[in-house]
């Protein structure tokens, strides 16, 4: 998270401490509706790293078995058509990177779906993979590029020498249908601490997909942006044609249901692409929190 989560934590945190008032807790918001009838459901969905290294702790291989199961859930509740996911990835400094705990089990569990833009960790980034519905659709391209000052060099480091980030894609058509539907997903996650690295990967976003825009291409823009709705972030994109349904509630919980601050993650449509509300799946279908964030969904219908 950046800084600036920090200052308001403490601002807000603090006081009630010395108050004695009991913490604010998102209070549970029941299923979601079902869409509407042909439409496509999207969500993106931070569901935090996995230290392979650690067998202990809420993020080590204990905390992934106590979790697993809870998230499972929570994906099966989504009835979503496409997801993309941010930090699903199973970290070590050991191993060639291509262990993914969460991807291999959500896919185990959800035969229904595949996942695009992940795979063979030397040819293209395996963590953030873009889930999709197998009977809808299908992959006709997919990629990835770094928030960096070689964004083709797989790996590279980030803008100010940072941990490396990346932007992934697919495009996909609808098989359902007399005519098939082309859109291109863009699944995002930019630095959450250095604002330096996080603002030129947000212009570099921008760059990149200005020509499929200019192209006519029917864009989602998704993920984890560590920006709020409203930001000058969002303005960027919305002057480049993208349209964010705002998220009613906080997104990012600190692990906890805490709702301190509006929502980071986002879905964005062009033209092509007409959206519903956004909406937040914040229940809690176990012991544990599946993450320390919540799924942001938005229902769309194709044009």
């Known amino acids: 998270m950046p800084r600036m989560f920090w200052i308001v ?8 401490a010395l108050l ?3 913490q604010v807790r998102l209070s549970p918001a029941g299923r979601l509706p079902p869409p509407p009838a042909e439409a496509l459901r999207l969500a993106t969905w931070n569901v935090h790293y996995i230290w392979l290294d650690r067998e202990e702790g ?21 009835g979503v058509d496409i997801i993309g996911f941010q930090e699903m990835e199973s970290f070590s400094f050991r191993g060639d990177g291509n262990v993914n ?25 395996p963590t953030q993979p873009i889930f999709y519905r197998r009977d809808k659709l299908r992959v006709v391209e997919e990629g990835w590029f770094h928030f960096s ?8 480091r980030g803008f100010d020498g940072a941990s490396p980030s990346f932007a992934s894609w697919a495009v ?32 570099l976003v921008s760059a990149r997909v200005a020509p499929w825009l200019a192209a006519g291409e029917t864009l989602v823009l998704l993920g984890d ?15 480049q044609g993208l349209t964010f349904p705002k998220p009613p509630g906080a997104t990012f919980h600190l692990d906890r249901g805490l709702h301190l601050f509006g929502a980071i993650d986002h879905i964005g449509v062009t033209s092509g692409l007409v959206p519903g509300e956004a ?25």
Not at 101 to 120: I, K, M, S, V, W
Not at 149 to 156: H, N
Not at 186 to 202: E, K, L, Q, T
Not at 293 to 301: A, N
């Open 58 to 78: 809420r993020w080590g291989r204990a905390g992934w078995e106590a979790r697993k199961d809870p998230m499972d859930a929570a994906f099966k509740a989504l």
């Open 101 to 125: 705990l969460t991807r291999d089990f959500l896919l185990a569990e959800n035969p229904d779906y595949a996942a695009a833009a992940t795979g063979d960790a030397r040819i293209l980034p």
């Open 279 to 303: 909406m937040i799946f914040n229940e809690k279908l176990g012991d544990v929190w599946p993450s320390d964030h919540h799924p942001v969904v938005v229902d769309v219908v194709l044009e």
């Open 149 to 156: 000052e070689t964004p083709d060099v797989l790996y590279a």
């Open 172 to 203: 996909f058509e609808t098989v359902l249908g007399a005519a098939p539907a082309r859109f291109r997903v863009v699944n995002i996650h930019p630095d959450a601490f250095s604002r330096v690295n996080r603002r030129a990967s947000h212009a």
């Open 225 to 239: 942006f560590n920006a709020l709705h409203g930001s000058r972030v969002l303005d960027r994109y919305e002057a």
């Open 9 to 16: 934590a403490a601002l807000v945190l603090v006081p009630l």
């Open 20 to 22: 004695g008032c009991q």
